[in-house]
């Protein structure tokens, strides 16, 4: 469970996220609104690249905003970004590998750990060929790879079925499904696909201009008329 | 998984092949076939791959561009020259005195890594060589005297200042060319091992995106300096080997644009691949001494030949010739087999 408390980021003269408290819950949580909403800032404050203003996030009982931000991998956070960002240069072993190593987990477990991410997320390549000369499909699922090994206890996806076609995006969606079961982490998923969205996540937040605007039941938020009218817009703002 | 182990072991196996043969070939079949100068020559091809191997650690791993690196080779081979006349231990302490000594300097001059990159970086080490040429220009190399700079009062260098030792069994040029391509090799080795391990993954995740590093939970603090420590400490021991390659090192043959040349020379080689070093030790010692000694050229056109070469490499060869040869090569066998192949097709539509 992440409780997340008050919190707000300030950059010059802009509030990206403003006074925000919400719960995930577990299992896998979606986190939406319009662009600019702040869901990457957030992600951002998750992963130490950004430094709050005000609020905390508490992760598992422990206070997540104290820690390095490099030792929060140890700890157990996971991230994907917007743009893909597996190592070109590195094997897709080496790619999920190097998490690993980097993760604290137990050395002798390490190739069978790395062997069974890449199976998880349905990689049909040599594992000792080069990123660089994979296609965005497989190089998406690399990353997933990279986000589910050495027990993590809180994988952020942000965007990852960007671009890709919508039966790419259906074997992506059963993946995304399985990671609370198969690896006890929490997942929060942020992606502009609803369908995604839907088919994943029990719960979800929405977040608009900064501020929370709905949170809870998946079906139940996505009806919601402030949540249609964030991304649809109003005739009385027209 | 065996056929990933297979596959894995097969490459492997190749390139120690190749890597054993070739080091046969220096070891045993040159010092035959070559006469002396070029021994000489290939003496300092071998030491400057080493430094080339050193820039690409940092900028071909780390994506860490630094102009500095012959001034790091400088100061190893200072460090060597004072040690070597100071005391009388075994060359092989001199080797790591002077390494461990220019790694703790390279680490140093690497701090501004931390907050600075691509051309601040570039100018921060390019001046970084400035400085050691001016301090070389106004106390050269040690020349066996007491002090800090173990310098003779008078300053000059005479004919009596005798040159700094070899290891006791390799002291002809030839047993002296064998123990620099060993050490060289060792040090080969020693990158080797980091390039293909955990730290040489964390370098290649920084490269990718610090960001994504950090979020890997990557100490790029700690893997940052640790590339300039090992960069800084293969350097420092060529330093040492040159110095007693020469016998009395002077300062007018180190000068601030040598870091240049050999940043060029080794982004030519190929900045991703370890052979690549080997390949910017060539060209930068070998086609020297065959424009001056060989073809009676002058070795200034070089950097002309330099200059192409490095427009090439960042234009449409980003791997350097390393990596374009063998796909030039594999075109041209596909063409020759290609034209081969239409002529029987050709007769047979006459008939």
């Known amino acids: 469970m992440i409780e997340v408390t008050a919190l707000t980021v300030r950059f010059a003269g802009v509030t990206p996220i403003d006074d925000v408290s919400v719960v995930f819950p577990g299992g896998t949580c979606g986190l939406i609104g319009p662009n600019g909403a702040g869901k990457t800032t957030f992600f951002n404050v998750l992963s130490g690249f950004v430094r709050p203003a005000a609020g905390t996030v508490t992760a598992f009982g422990e206070n997540l905003l104290k820690m390095a931000d490099y030792r929060r991998a140890r700890w157990g956070l996971r991230r994907t970004f917007q743009t893909e960002m597996a190592v070109e240069q590195l094997s897709i072993f080496d790619n999920v590998a190097m998490i690993h190593e980097h993760s604290g987990a137990k050395r002798s477990a390490r190739r069978d750990d790395v062997l069974s991410a890449i199976e998880f997320v349905g990689l049909n390549a040599n594992p000792s060929s080069k990123v660089g000369r994979l296609g965005a499909r497989e190089r998406r699922l690399v990353e997933v790879a990279r986000a589910v090994v050495g027990r993590p206890r809180v994988v952020l996806l942000d965007e990852p079925a960007a671009g890709l076609p919508d039966e790419e995006t259906g074997h992506l969606s059963a993946v995304i499904k399985q990671i609370p079961e198969r690896y006890g982490a929490l997942v929060i998923l942020v992606d502009h696909d609803m369908a995604l969205v839907s088919a994943c996540c029990e719960t979800t937040a929405v977040l608009d201009f900064g501020k929370l605007i709905a949170s809870g039941p998946t079906a139940e938020v996505l009806r919601n008329e402030h949540v249609i009218r964030a991304y649809l817009g109003t005739e009385e703002e027209l | ?351």
């Open chain 2, 1 to 351: 998984m065996s056929p990933l182990s297979a596959y894995l072991q097969r490459g492997v196996a190749v390139r120690a092949t190749v890597a054993v043969a070739l080091l046969a070939v220096a070891l045993f079949v040159l010092p035959h076939t070559a006469g002396a100068d070029w021994i000489t020559t290939f003496t300092s091809v071998a030491i400057y791959s080493v430094v080339a191997l050193g820039f690409g650690i940092l900028y071909g791993r780390v994506g860490m561009i630094s102009l500095g690196q012959v001034a790091l080779l400088t100061i190893g081979c200072w460090i060597g020259t004072r040690f070597a006349y100071a005391t009388s231990l075994p060359f092989p302490f001199l080797l790591l005195l002077a390494g461990g000594i220019t790694c703790v300097i390279g680490v140093l001059v690497g701090l501004p890594a931390l907050r600075l990159s691509g051309l601040y970086l570039a100018l921060i080490t390019l001046m970084f060589a400035g400085a050691t040429t001016v301090f070389l220009s106004v106390n050269d190399f040690p020349s066996g005297n007491n002090g800090f700079l173990g310098k003779a009062s008078t300053g000059a260098l005479t004919t009596s200042t005798p040159p700094v030792r070899r290891p006791s069994w390799a002291v002809a040029d030839v047993a002296y060319y064998r123990y620099t391509v060993i050490v060289c090799a060792i040090l080969f080795l020693l990158a080797l091992v980091h390039v293909s391990t955990k730290p040489g993954r964390a370098w290649a995740t920084i490269r990718e995106s610090e960001p994504a590093a950090i979020a890997a939970g990557v100490n790029i603090t700690l893997y940052k300096l640790w590339a300039f420590a090992l960069a800084s400490f293969v350097t420092g021991v060529a330093g040492c080997l040159l110095a007693a390659q020469v016998g009395v090192p002077r300062a007018i043959t180190f000068q601030t644009q040598d870091s240049l040349t050999l940043a060029a020379t080794a982004l030519i080689g190929g900045i991703f691949s370890i052979w690549g070093a080997i390949l910017a030790g060539v060209f930068n010692q070998l086609l020297p001494f065959l424009f001056q000694a060989q073809w009676g050229l002058n070795p200034n056109f070089l950097l002309i030949i330099f200059g192409a070469g490095l427009l090439q490499v960042l234009l449409t060869a980003p791997g350097g010739l390393v990596d374009q040869f063998p796909k030039d090569m594999a075109s041209l066998a596909r063409l020759i087999f290609s034209g081969f192949r239409k002529l029987p097709r050709a007769r047979g539509t006459e008939k």
